[in-house]
């Protein structure tokens, strides 16, 4: 175990040309978040948005991977990219419920209504500095989909129907986080400890996952780790699934 630490987390935490815009956009929240720029709500909340933009450009990987295997005689159809949206729209208005419901009960002067999730949306997207945060998270997942997916043409190593399932997971973390640091923010009136809390949480979770994508020898020992952990699964199916989980 101890070998696994270091070898992974070391990995992890080292700047590097594969993490370096991932240290840049937190650095860049940070400074937005110190010079009073963005509110604490801002940041909780951009960062809750992230899921829409995530989910919209699952769908556009999934049609390059239906594309180009119908370019090639595949007879998957583009129908299931409809599927995951309808199911993953469905996904996120519950989850959306969920959170918004957390605020309302915290006393939060935004959201009074958890069930009313597009007029809630719409309050969020008037928060200060929100379409400044929202431009960097769209540009920061939109660089990462063309330089990572498309410039490595990862639609060659994965199915439209892998891909389908790659978003919630991660999604699922990602929003526990914003409501671990909604909870500083609504109940221990703590705005900017729960901003600062929920960039850096962030900032570690896709650290880890970039780090199991372009390293080898880091998702090699993962899988290994975990496999010796539970018998009833081999290494390579291990890693095959964190490889469609850190797409």
């Not at 080292?14 to 801002?42: C, E, H, I, Q, R």
């Not at 595949?74 to 957390?102: D, E, N």
């Not at 199991?212 to 390579?236: F, Q, T």
Request: glycine fraction near 6%.
């Amino acid at each position: 175990m101890e070998k696994f630490n270091s070898a992974v987390f070391l990995k992890v935490a080292t700047p590097d040309k594969s993490n370096a815009a991932l240290y840049a956009n937190a650095l860049f929240l940070l400074m937005l978040l110190a010079v009073g720029f963005v509110t604490p709500w801002s940041i909780v909340m951009a960062y809750f948005v992230e899921t829409i933009v995530i989910g919209l450009l699952n769908a556009l990987k999934m049609a390059f991977c239906v594309g180009f295997k119908r370019h090639n005689g595949g007879t998957q159809g583009f129908g299931i990219i409809l599927f995951f949206l309808v199911h993953y729209g469905f996904f996120v208005a519950i989850q959306s419920i969920f959170a918004f419901t957390f605020f309302e009960l915290g006393g939060s002067t935004f959201f009074t209504d958890g069930i009313a999730v597009l007029k809630n949306y719409w309050t969020l997207l008037q928060l200060d500095g929100m379409w400044l945060l929202l431009l960097s998270i769209i540009l920061n997942n939109c660089f990462s989909f063309v330089t990572d997916f498309l410039g490595e043409k990862r639609y060659l190593k994965f199915t439209a129907s892998e891909l389908m399932i790659k978003p919630y997971l991660r999604i699922f973390i990602q929003q526990f986080v914003v409501v671990l640091s909604g909870f500083f923010l609504v109940y221990l009136d703590a705005g900017f400890i729960a901003a600062v809390l929920l960039i850096i949480l962030r900032l570690g979770i896709d650290l880890f996952l970039v780090s199991l994508r372009d390293n080898s020898a880091s998702i090699d020992k993962v899988a290994d780790w975990y496999a010796s952990k539970n018998a009833e699964v081999s290494a390579e199916e291990v890693k095959k699934q964190l490889k469609i989980f850190t797409e």
